[in-house]
């Protein structure tokens, strides 16, 4: 069974950069959607990105787009998250899902396989 794996989550001071990617240790995440969520302690977990899995195609909320920007890597079999200007408020566990092979949604319950999160925290 497919499982998304989650890389590159650290502490970056507010302004700073990361760039999180997705893979699978089994399967390939080529012909899914894959979408990425956040969960900050107290709080619903929120989707936020996803791309398609045909031609690359993003959507995003409104809390991160123009700051963060997804894409995919065919070849590599990985889906990257380039955050940009991160803000306190972006401090989250994130996880990345892998979904059917077509649609885009920001809900969990489009999502069948699940990573087990990557921690980001923003602070000076």
Do not use: H
């Not at 989250?92 to 077509?102: D, K, N, R």
């Not at 999502?111 to 980001?120: A, E, H, I, L, R």
Request: net charge neutral.
């Amino acid at each position: 069974q497919l499982q998304p794996v989650e890389s590159g989550g650290g502490l970056v001071p507010p302004g700073g950069s990361l760039r999180l990617s997705c893979s699978a240790s089994r399967g390939t995440l080529d012909d899914l959607t894959i979408g990425w969520f956040r969960q900050a302690p107290g709080t619903e977990r929120e989707g936020f990105g996803c791309v398609s899995s045909r031609d690359g195609s993003t959507i995003y909320t409104s809390s991160v787009r123009g700051r963060f920007t997804l894409s995919r890597n065919y070849a590599e079999n990985t889906v990257y998250l380039q955050m940009n200007d991160l803000r306190p408020e972006d401090t989250a566990t994130y996880y990345c899902a892998a979904g059917p092979p077509l649609g885009l949604s920001f809900r969990s319950s489009f999502y069948k396989s699940w990573g087990q999160g990557t921690q980001v925290t923003v602070s000076s």
